[in-house]
């Protein structure tokens, strides 16, 4: 019979061979985790990085905006073609040969895109490039989860969310002095260093691997999964453009993307080892936290994409000043997230999170009071309150999908969390795009106000006052949409409520033994 944990001392082995709740984080640990932080930061850094580069490319290619947007579009797809590969790919080939193919893929590829002698040859590169993205975050999940054992998920989630958050804050930012120091060109040289350090540190530091026996290959499940999403995804990422939902472009391949998935739904319930194993459904924490995690993307995510515009738009802002107001949120978060990640090993995460929300809440409720002269002390104060929210709740929600997940299937359950994620912040981007875009539209002046960033000789065709006017408008199409955004976020609490509120070695299915600890 296992000890029960209040009587375990520190430190002790428990009965699944991981260590107790209260040991500590180990150097082993801590070195694969700096592996795993490496690739990621790369990874999730490359996107926010790029985002501010497109108008560069724009110039540089002579070609049209939405053109040259696909050079995110591309990597976004090629993440969510390569996704759901990851889990099987990870238990036939083990997760360090993985990884180092992933890390290689994306060094090639950045190097390839600072190559890139038109817009089609970048967007071609810059797919190579997120096939090796979209594994490293999965895959990283999945190391760093295996390393540490079911009782210390919390705290490495924690280190792995760092990346997570210096992404969108630092992005824009460092983007922006690229650009303007040297050339569009060392957004993706930058990755190489970082790249080489991070292949060789794989190589020595991580875990040799112990695959699985071969599984099938569930070919069927690959073409109807992951073209699926990709389409679905393009069909999402299109509403912005097209400024409505009915529109052949966003109708036509989600509607189709959106039936391939439905039907690998199907077939995985019918198979015997699916690409993505539809039978972790099973695991009641892991329902509990893929419904959390989803409204929590749309929402997260969705106001993620408003809060810099409003700064860019409303308060004409340049990028480097509206990545450097956003700052405080990451700083919030670094505060909460070690914090968080010691709590969800010790008492779970049902209430960590449920608290994380509650902020969440309140700090995005500010944002609803937008206008055209709001403090900036308010404002970066509220953002500050989010960011605290932040780090108590997305890698609190990510811990307990894993945490209770046995050793053989934490590949696949960190797979479908990242499909999630990545699925739930598309949907959410798209929603409030549009939204925002329909009540920009609105207004009679708010449009030719932000358009007069760009292009001051529009506010001197102007009535006179016009200009004040219309940044009002904006300002309060901008409150308006966060209040779509508060909505979702308040939701969120539903399901939270339900999350395992024990520590893990409590929460275990019967019968069943967490993912073990590889020492």
Not at 65 to 93: E, H, K, S
Not at 148 to 166: D, E, I, K, N
Not at 202 to 216: C, F, K, R
Request: net charge neutral; proline share 6%; aromatic share 8%.
């Amino acid at each position: 019979m296992t000890t029960p944990p209040h009587t375990r001392e520190e430190g002790e082995l428990t009965s699944d061979g991981s260590v107790g709740p209260d040991d500590k984080l180990d150097a082993a640990v801590f070195k694969i985790a700096g592996v795993v932080v490496l690739g990621a930061i790369m990874s999730i850094l490359d996107m926010t990085v790029v985002s501010v580069a497109i108008p560069t490319f724009q110039s540089e290619f002579h070609t049209t905006y939405a053109i040259a947007a696909w050079a995110m579009t591309g990597y976004t797809l090629a993440l969510a073609t390569v996704i759901p590969l990851t889990g099987w790919a990870a238990d036939r080939f083990g997760t360090k040969r993985l990884y180092i193919l992933a890390l290689v893929l994306f060094v090639l590829g950045s190097v390839l895109c600072s190559t890139a002698w038109d817009i089609e040859s970048l967007i071609g590169f810059r797919v190579i490039q997120g096939l090796g993205g979209g594994m490293l975050m999965p895959l990283g999940m999945t190391i760093m989860t295996h390393a540490a054992g079911p009782q210390r998920v919390g705290r490495v989630m924690a280190v792995l969310g760092v990346p997570m958050l210096l992404g969108p804050i630092s992005g824009p930012i460092l983007g922006g002095w690229l650009i303007e120091s040297a050339s569009w060109h060392w957004i993706f040289l930058i990755n190489v260093p970082i790249g080489i350090v991070a292949l060789i540190a794989a190589i020595t530091l991580l875990p040799s691997d112990d695959p699985s026996p071969s599984e099938s290959f569930d070919f069927l499940g690959m073409l109807l999964l992951s073209p699926g999403l990709a389409l679905f995804l393009f069909g999402v990422s299109s509403i912005p453009e097209m400024g409505t939902i009915a529109s052949a472009r966003v109708l036509v391949p989600a509607a189709i993307g959106l039936v391939l998935m439905v039907s690998f739904v199907f077939h995985a319930l019918r198979t015997v080892h699916p690409l993505i194993d539809l039978h972790l459904f099973r695991n009641r924490n892991l329902t509990v936290a893929v419904i959390t995690m989803t409204l929590f993307a749309i929402a997260f995510f969705g106001a993620g994409l408003l809060i810099p515009s409003y700064f860019l738009q409303v308060r004409g802002q340049s990028t480097l000043h509206a990545g450097l107001m956003v700052a405080p949120q990451g700083l919030g978060a670094m505060l909460t997230m070690p914090v968080a990640g010691k709590l969800v090993d010790k008492i779970g995460p049902g209430k960590i999170v449920l608290f994380g929300i509650t902020l969440i809440g309140i700090g995005m409720a500010v944002f609803t009071q937008v206008g055209a002269d709001t403090s900036y002390a308010v404002l970066l104060g509220a953002l500050f309150v989010m960011g605290l929210g932040m780090g108590a709740t997305m890698m609190p929600i990510m811990t307990a999908a894993l945490q209770t997940l046995t050793h053989q299937e934490v590949a696949r359950g960190s797979t479908l969390m990242n499909i999630i994620n990545q699925t739930g912040g598309s949907i959410g981007t798209a929603t409030m795009s549009v939204i925002l875009t329909n009540l920009i539209k609105s207004h009679d002046f708010a449009g030719p106000a932000i358009a007069s960033r760009n292009d001051p000789s529009i506010a001197g065709k102007l009535p006179p006052g016009a200009l004040d006017t219309g940044f009002a408008q904006a300002g309060s199409a901008f409150g308006h949409t966060f209040i779509v955004a508060v909505v979702l976020i308040a939701l969120t609490i539903i399901p939270a409520f339900f999350l395992p509120r024990k520590r893990p070695a409590e929460t275990a299915p019967e019968g069943e033994m967490p993912a073990i600890a590889v020492h």
